[in-house]
């Protein structure tokens, strides 16, 4: 249960706007081939995947980072099957996230 010496410090504190800041970077909307995208990030145990809704009819689109057996990182659809729309918005959201960094 919160108290009130609790929401205070938060106030006090500023963390309020940190955490209103953590929800903005939680779901955000990019622009892709002209249209808007909106971004969700989910945390699935220690798995981080993104669900792109589409302004148009095109289905939503889950994706992740995975490893190749070399160590390298690439951007893959769940499931599997829509590999170069995850890389396009893959960058799309590595980019987001260098940019509020």
Known sequence: MTRITDVENCLSLNCLQL???HLLK??????YKGEKIQVHRLSIGAQVVFRILFSDKI???VITRAKNPNASKFWTSIPEGRQKEAEEVGALISEYFNSIA
């Open 19 to 21: 955490l209103s800041e």
């Open 26 to 31: 939680m779901v955000f909307e990019l622009e």
């Open 59 to 61: 289905a939503p689109l």
